[in-house]
């Protein structure tokens, strides 16, 4: 199957735009791929390979979707915990590279 970029009005039901709500732990996964990726030794830096760390990190954590503007008090996993997930993703990908 091939997937698209979604255009803007794909999110607009019943007139009201749904583009303001995002899983704030994407955020969190890309801050830790920066930090962990560039000093590790196997990372070979395509496209395809960042692409699927990041894919197969958010699906093994738990999203937490938020509207645009909220205020959140409490941070429900630990920055440690999304980066042991993001080393994981990243060994996995080593392991069997997508693009070889």
Known sequence: MYVKKPT??????????????RNIIERRVCKAMQEILPVTLNYDGCKICTQDIYALSLKHLR???????????????KDEEIYEVVKESAEQVYKSPNHT
């Open 8 to 21: 803007e009005d794909e999110y607009i039901v019943n007139g009201h735009d749904l583009n303001d709500i």
């Open 63 to 77: 999203p937490i979707y938020v509207q645009v503007g909220s205020i959140i008090l409490q941070k429900t996993l």
